[in-house]
């Protein structure tokens, strides 16, 4: 009988022993290693797509922060100083405001009524109130140094008076030439703290004289009288 060349192959009931029955060749099992790494492979082309897409969309990703970053449960916070505003020898002052001069000190955030800190050991020289300083007090740091701090809502030591660093001695406000609360601390590089009105007469950036490591005045500390490194005029937060 002629056929008509057609090989339809093995059909169901054909034994698969039979030279004709091509077996299907399976792949070997793969080892949970080499399963790991197809996984991971996969997650990250997948991870990939996703972050183009976003990025196509306009949506901002932030990286994942290394676990050392992150504060381990039941930590302690550290604590970090308020911002400065406005800084050492800027022109421009609280909200661009020009300035006639530069400025002689750092404006550091403060709400009316938030307590003013010595920011070293000292003897208090100057308080009073003027045109552009409003309230202020005036310490002694030994020779050749005094912080000044201008535009308190109050003033809380006395002329003479010897002050701890941490001490409270005022509030700072808006007193003064100030267009917002706010604390503007300075540094003289005077005994007396009689520095003039212009950068040159005496104004030393006061961020150079920080506490190295840690700027927040922390209590029970012993700090190294000399040379004398100051720390923030206001309380510190977690």
């Given amino acids: 009988m002629r056929t008509s060349g057609y090989d339809p192959g093995p059909s169901p009931h054909e034994d698969r022993g039979h030279p004709r029955w091509r ?8 080892s949970r290693s080499e399963l790991r790494h197809l996984r991971q492979a996969a997650f990250r082309r997948t ?6 897409l976003l990025a196509l969309t306009g949506c901002a990703v932030e990286p994942p922060r290394p676990d050392m970053d992150r504060v381990p449960p039941g930590a302690a916070v550290p ?4 911002p400065i505003i406005s800084k050492f020898g800027e022109w421009g002052g609280h909200g661009g405001v020009p300035r006639m001069w530069q400025h002689t000190g750092i404006d550091i955030r403060a709400s009316v ?14 308080i009073g109130r003027q045109a552009l300083a409003g309230k202020f007090v005036i310490v002694s740091h030994g020779p050749g140094l005094a912080t000044v701090y201008y535009h308190l809502s109050e003033i809380g030591v006395t002329l003479g008076q010897t002050v701890q660093r ?4 005022g509030r700072s406000g808006m007193t003064g030439n100030a267009t917002a609360p706010h ?3 300075g540094v003289c590089l005077r005994e007396t703290g009689a520095c003039g009105e212009s950068i040159q007469d005496g104004w ?5 004289y920080w506490n190295p490591g840690n700027p927040c005045f922390v209590a029970h500390t012993d700090y190294p009288p000399e040379p004398v490194r100051l720390t923030y ?3 510190c937060s977690a």
């Fill in 183 to 185: 604390l503007h601390f």
């Fill in 79 to 82: 604590e970090a100083p308020p």
């Fill in 113 to 126: 009524g938030t307590p003013v800190l010595a920011a070293a050991d000292g003897a208090v020289v100057r």
């Fill in 233 to 235: 005029p206001v309380p």
């Fill in 23 to 30: 077996r299907r060749v399976r792949r070997p099992e793969l």
């Fill in 204 to 208: 030393a950036n006061p961020v150079r």
């Fill in 47 to 52: 991870l990939r797509i996703v972050l183009t």
């Fill in 166 to 169: 941490g001490d409270p001695i």
